[in-house]
């Protein structure tokens, strides 16, 4: 990593593509390469292709029941 005073860049595999790029305050895309590779990232979050791991929920126990969804997210047939 860069430490203050000190030229040394950090070179990091960027986690979309594997392409080694910079670690610093001027990648504005860090620790991915582009922009092309962050939003791939984001639309894997988004369609769920990664998953934290748990235990799976018990849809019968209200403690781990899903929440309402807010008023304002209903539609108004």
Known sequence: M???GSSRTLLVDCPAC???TEYSPTNRWRPFCSERCKRIDLGAWASEQYRIAGAPLDPTD??????????????MH
């Not at 403690?63 to 539609?75: G, I, L, M, R």
């Open 2 to 4: 860069a430490v203050a």
């Open 18 to 20: 594997a392409r080694k």
């Open 62 to 75: 209200p403690a781990e029941a899903s929440p309402e969804p807010h008023p304002s997210s209903k539609s």
